[in-house]
């Protein structure tokens, strides 16, 4: 009988041990142009809130946030750590800019449904990313949906920028939280995935 519970507690410690997440550590980068949303992302999925005034960012502002992450076709159990660099556009001090973006290994880079001037920047994001890491994983977020009657917004550069780059993109809202858990989720997931291929090989 006192064997059997041995072995019972020991088998459970494996299982345990199989079942405890591994713990891992991810910078990712928001980036796109002044006042498309960026901080109000960030504060909507670190603490369900959304504020109307706009303070503009300055330097960087680093938030930590933990998601379990399943990659059930590797029996794959990850605690990520996002540690997500909320960076203000620095077009005067390039130095501190890139200085900031240094190994990112994911990037979000967001556009203003409202302004569609906005959407160049996400060209800009992604060859900025195309030059400074070796193929980081990039999802557009095209956000202030709440905003806009997206049947009238011309998505048409968009889409086909995203379609030749192999970019997901997700209309969200800070305000309303329209898919901004969806948006780190996804980061993560590619982030994840990229590091599963290089570990263990395609899956
Ligand atoms: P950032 O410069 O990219 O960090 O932009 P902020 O997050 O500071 O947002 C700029 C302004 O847009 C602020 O007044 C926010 O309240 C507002 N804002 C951000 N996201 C949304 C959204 O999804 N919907 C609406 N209606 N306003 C938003
Ligand atoms: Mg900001």
């Given at each position: ?20 997440p ?45 998601k379990i992450i ?9 605690n ?124």
């Amino acid at each position: 009988m006192r064997g059997d519970m041995a072995v019972h507690r020991a088998q459970k410690a494996r299982d345990d041990m199989e079942q405890k997440p591994m713990d891992m550590v991810k910078k990712v980068c928001l980036l796109g142009d002044p006042g498309v949303g960026k901080t109000s992302l960030v504060r909507r999925f670190v603490t369900d809130q959304f504020d109307d005034k706009y303070l503009s960012t300055i330097g960087a502002k680093v938030t930590k946030k933990a998601k379990i992450i399943e990659v059930p076709d590797r029996q794959l159990r990850i605690n990520l750590i996002l540690m997500i660099w909320d960076v203000a556009g620095n077009q005067d001090y390039p130095q501190f800019y890139d200085m900031y973006l240094k190994g990112m290994e994911g990037v979000l880079t967001v556009a203003d449904l409202s302004r569609p001037k906005t959407f160049e920047g996400l060209k800009a994001s992604v060859s900025h990313v195309e030059r400074k890491t070796e193929g980081a994983p990039v999802v557009f977020l095209l956000n202030k949906a709440d905003l806009v009657e997206l049947a009238s917004v011309d998505l048409k550069e968009i889409k086909s920028l995203a379609d030749d780059k192999g970019v997901p993109f997700l209309v969200t809202s800070a305000k309303t939280g329209m898919n901004v858990e969806k948006a780190f989720e996804c980061i993560s997931e590619m982030i994840i995935s990229d590091w599963a291929k290089k570990k263990f090989g395609v899956a």
